[in-house]
């Protein structure tokens, strides 16, 4: 049986809602030129920066930037709260080569996972018309399923919806990527600091 338009509506209109919510998360401000670079180590400050990350301290890591990290607040709504919480998770960073300098710049480069949200609601709807069809084929009478005009009842709808995306989510490391990137550094105050470009900002809300 094919989704009721109702039911197609709903699951557009909640997905875009939870993916939007999650790419607010990491809208902000990006570096300003500093001041000329005259020692330290970029590598170390690096490390220091995806091993707050790793270990989910959002504050440790944005203290380490040159402008901070975008105000982490949690998004609206329990399922884009919840899939906010496995991105966190799901960050894990790690140096993989040498720095390169170009006076007060440093360029580290990275390897980066982290949940890719779009790959785990890609598809969603299919499922979700999985369910609705088990769902009237368990329904006792067509009332249980649908509303006087054929429309699947926004209950037995939601209830699919979040069927669906609990499952999805509870195999949340299958839709993990990684990715190869480059950490940009600037250098003041006598040490080397994270720029908050849109490469970085990007690889956090999972390559959105």
């Known amino acids: 049986m094919k989704m009721k338009k109702t039911a197609s509506l709903y699951f557009s209109v909640a997905l875009l809602s939870v993916l939007a919510a999650l790419l607010l998360c990491f809208l902000g401000p990006t570096a300003t030129p500093l001041l000329l670079w005259d020692g330290g180590d970029p590598v170390e400050s690096a490390e220091q920066f995806l091993a707050a990350l790793n270990g989910g301290d959002y504050a440790a890591a944005s203290a380490l930037c040159r402008s901070p990290l975008p105000a982490e ?9 919840a899939l906010y919480a496995l991105l966190k998770e799901s960050w894990h960073g790690e140096v993989s080569g040498d720095a390169r300098r170009e006076g007060d710049r440093a360029f580290v480069p990275v390897r ?3 949940l890719d949200p779009a790959a785990l609601t890609g598809g969603l709807k299919d499922d979700i ?9 368990e329904a006792r009478l067509a009332s249980d399923v649908f509303e006087e005009d054929g429309s699947y009842r926004e209950a037995v709808v939601l209830r699919a919806w979040k ?5 999805r989510m509870e195999r949340a490391g299958d839709y993990v990527s990684e990715r190869d990137m480059t950490l ?3 250098y003041s105050n006598r040490t080397w600091q994270i720029v908050p470009d849109r490469e970085l900002l990007s690889a956090l809300a999972g390559g959105a």
């Open 129 to 137: 018309n999985a369910l609705l069809e088990q769902y009237v084929e």
């Open 73 to 81: 607040t949690t998004p609206d709504g329990e399922d884009a709260a």
């Open 163 to 167: 069927a669906a995306l609990n499952a």
């Open 184 to 186: 940009t550094l600037r």
């Open 112 to 114: 980066f996972s982290a």
